[in-house]
């Protein structure tokens, strides 16, 4: 890590930092299981991000043992393709795309550091690091919705029922929330103007920044609605810590996390 001519001093620097972060992960690991903190198996491909982000940032960055909570809402990962271009990215709708790696990042140890340069599709925050920025843009590709794609159907697999297809894809339209009566009678009136059908396109689904950038619009859908366990959600919106040393009392963890 040090090179051949690493002196003694660089050593033992690299020797302190390395038992430093030793003795953190343990009292981590030890406070963590005396608190039972995870003890709920999320199961293949499932993990409770938003526990374990807050756990990161409010307990073991805060040193504040006190402000861990229990994973106990495990969701599976989403899909990663077209991503870089939604405006939000979390189940419970609370965080752009860069804050969102921000935060991933430091629920896994990485340091952040700041970086300077123009927004493209979503908010920076101050952390949001040159090199997370270039993978993102790596992902999303040089225009809208030509980065990384979903998989496409093997051809080794059985040719798809392009009825069933059909029938399906009516069946999810059908289920999506309904538009005000005022807003179809004039989506209906200007679609059949061919000069207002890409305006019309993307006033419904794309949302332009102040740069000039743009991102998918991602639909807010009640928890009712969706009807699966709100667990994930519920949790989060409740969920407070301390704010210790930095002296602005108990936040929300909404607040907390993004501040």
Known sequence: MLG?????????????????TLAAAKHQVDVTNAGHIYDNGAGFARTDALARIGNQVFAADANIDANYAIAN????????WDASWFNWVRYARRSPIRWRA???????FARSSSCS???RRAP????TCAACGRLEDLLAGPRPLQGLASPKWPSVFPVLDQGKVSARR???????????PATARATAHRSRDPRLRQELRAEMYWWKSA?????LKVSDVELDYVGTDPRQATDF???TASTGDLGKGVVSAAVGLIS
């Open 124 to 127: 920076r925050t101050a952390s």
């Open 102 to 108: 921000t935060s991933v990042r430091r629920s896994a």
């Open 4 to 20: 051949p001519n690493a002196t003694d001093e660089q050593k033992a620097e690299l020797k302190k930092q390395l038992d430093a």
């Open 73 to 80: 809402a495990p969701v599976r990962f989403p899909q990663i």
């Open 170 to 180: 009516r069946a999810l339209r059908a289920a999506l929330p309904a538009v005000s």
């Open 211 to 215: 740069n000039g950038s743009w991102v």
């Open 117 to 119: 340069g123009p927004m």
């Open 237 to 239: 919106k409740r969920r």
